[in-house]
């Protein structure tokens, strides 16, 4: 019966558009992944290839047999990838939690990249404030998280810097703000703040409390939509307001001499008892400088 090693010179054949091509990608010699393929055939009591040309064309019953030999090898490396995982420690799934105010399509090619190398691990992703996920990754509901830096930071986490966020200062276009330059940030003290804080009501370090009115949200997207209805003035990263910023609904502040707004820097963390893994270490790489200015 047909092996794993005919099968693979039958697709790479197919796919390269010759025998010594399918031999150079397999790194064989061309006479094995001819060889193989004559076996294949044997096997099959069919011919695959027309040879008469310059390069192996697909007859009908080769034609028939690619979808199935395809499904199998993609199944046969499923197989694989499951059996080297009994053998290290990489965990079967993963839960990696984004602060909703980092941006998502800066680290998606890391992951892309990620799930490439490891193709039997389960992703799962979650988004909630940097400090709940430092919780999360307490009781390791998370193992994995990228959040914007806290000054105090547990002990028993591994971090890394991967780059900043442009924070701003923001208000809707009709609130009383958007016509004014402030002299200095004493002038929003007069006007309600929006503010991130936790479910467990944790204000983060960069947080500051300005004005003595504040309403709290747990993510930049809800501090958004309050600002939109000029419900008050919010620090929001700049990619969740350049939207509002485009039509018109949404003003960035300014003080009378410079910018009120400032970059945020951004940490992957993980646990220690994880960190070490190599698919921790490969995720960490692969993550640096993906928010480099």
């Avoid at 780059?163 to 200095?184: E, I, P």
Wanted: charged fraction near 20%.
């Amino acid at each position: 019966m047909f092996s794993v090693e005919q099968l693979q010179a039958f697709a790479t054949t197919v796919e390269t558009g010759s025998f010594s091509a399918a031999a150079r990608h397999l790194n064989k010699a061309q006479s094995v992944i001819s060889q193989h393929i004559i076996n294949l055939e044997i096997d099959c009591n069919a011919t695959l290839f027309e040879r008469s040309g310059r390069y192996p064309l697909l007859t009908e019953a080769g034609k028939n047999l690619l979808p199935q030999v395809q499904a199998l090898l993609n199944q046969h490396q499923r197989l694989r990838n499951s059996a080297l995982a009994l053998s290290d420690d990489t965990p079967s799934e993963i839960t990696i939690a984004l602060d909703e105010g980092i941006p998502f399509k800066k680290i998606i090619t890391a992951i892309d990249q990620l799930q490439r190398q490891y193709p039997h691990v389960t992703l799962e992703f979650l988004s909630a404030s940097s400090l709940d996920i430092i919780d999360m990754l307490k009781t390791e509901q998370a193992l994995t998280g990228i959040i914007f830096s806290e000054l105090a930071m547990p002990n028993y986490l591994d971090f890394e810097c991967l780059g900043t966020v442009k924070f701003d200062v923001y208000v809707a276009k009709n609130h009383s703000l958007a016509k004014l330059k402030c002299q200095n940030i004493d002038g929003l003290r007069l006007h309600r703040q929006l503010l991130i804080r936790s479910r467990n009501t944790q204000t983060s370090s960069f947080q500051l409390k300005i004005s003595p009115d504040i309403w709290y949200a747990d993510n930049y997207f809800l501090l958004l939509e309050l600002a939109l209805k000029g419900h008050g003035w919010c620090l929001l990263p700049n990619h969740v307001a350049d939207e509002s910023i485009e039509r018109g609904e949404l003003v960035k502040l300014t003080l009378e001499h410079g910018d009120m707004g400032w970059h945020a820097n951004v940490d992957v963390l993980q646990h220690q008892r994880h960190s070490n893994l190599a698919i921790f270490r490969t995720l960490r790489n692969l993550l640096r400088n993906r928010l480099k200015p």
